[in-house]
């Protein structure tokens, strides 16, 4: 059952099927505040539900995410740090919750739906695309990940596991290079199964999703995402490991904090001109 009260996702359930809604639309659903283990426990409760089959995660407003909240002073550790090791750790910390998110996500027994509402960007584009057990997407969406133009590497194992499900090619263009990919492209590949339109998004997941439980065996469809996944176990938590400490160490380095700040002050410097206005 769900029992918990959330701040900044909305969690619900409708007959079979368990939602999980990122809810900062005035911030693009940017991963801050409590959103993060907030999702875990959605997840982990969702998991023992009695009742479901299915785990949509999908966004409210016309975001599906944004990825890190640039704006949030806590986005990585500034320090001063005595050494070396005591920044890596210290930023190791920080990261553990996306870790623990994508372990979560790994180890999850429902099927995992993934509803890109609108716009993915960054850790929205990438952390869940190559772990999602299905992929629907509105016709407004896009992915676009600018890691490398920010310092950063991708996260949480996903040039590995977009690798699986894209082609290493693709996942390349996209997360090496920032490609932005259209969800007409995404489609083509074969990587989003069906394109709704944005009004009315979710329902329409819901419905094809609903169809799925009158058409197949509930328990067959668990059993047959648990046999898809099971063998990709060990490596997807690797990837996700190995990931995390490049990015741990890149921050060591400094490199991502100094592009951050640069990304902050222009945000910042366009905000005070349309003040002016």
Known sequence: MVTTDYKDIIVEVSGQIGIIKLNRPKFLNA??????????????????HPDTIFTV?????????AGWDMKNDDTFPFGP???????????SHHLFACIELVRTIIDHSKIFVLGFNGPAVGGGAAWFLGLADTVFA????????????LALVPENGSIRTLAHTIGIHRAN??????????VEQLHSWGTVSEIYP????????????????????????????????????SER???????TDALNERQVEGAPTARFMKKIQELNDKKEKRSKL
């Open 31 to 48: 991963f801050g505040d409590r959103m993060l283990p907030e999702m875990i426990n959605a997840f982990r409760e969702l998991n023992e």
């Open 57 to 65: 995660l999908t966004g409210e407003g016309r975001f599906f995410s």
């Open 81 to 91: 740090f005595e050494t070396e090791a005591d920044a890596k750790i210290a930023h």
């Open 138 to 149: 509105s016709d407004s969406c896009y992915v676009q990940t600018p890691f490398s133009s």
């Open 173 to 182: 263009d996209i997360l090496i290079y920032g490609k932005k990919v259209t």
């Open 198 to 233: 944005t009004e009315g998004f979710l329902s329409h997941v819901v419905k094809f999703l609903e169809k799925q439980l009158v058409d197949n065996d509930p328990k067959s469809m668990l059993i047959a995402k648990r046999l898809a996944t099971a063998p990709l176990r």
């Open 237 to 243: 938590l690797l990837a996700a490991y190995d990931a």
